[in-house]
């Protein structure tokens, strides 16, 4: 039988202000990387038309 799921823990202080920067300046990547990573979902996607992830 599975465990049971944990709460995330609530980030305060330093660890707080160090995740919000990262969510406000994201780590670019190049065109072909994205154009890559697209092209992968969407081939999962076709594949698993069926998943709810994919509605």
Known sequence: MAKPIKD???LRGKDAE???????HPTPISK???D????I????KANNADC???R
Do not use: G, Q
Request: net charge neutral; glycine share 0%; proline share 4%.
């Open 18 to 24: 160090r995740f919000r920067w990262y969510m406000e």
């Open 32 to 34: 072909e990387r994205h």
């Open 41 to 44: 979902f969407n081939i999962l």
């Open 52 to 54: 709810e992830l994919f």
């Open 36 to 39: 890559e990573a697209l092209r």
């Open 8 to 10: 995330t823990p609530v």
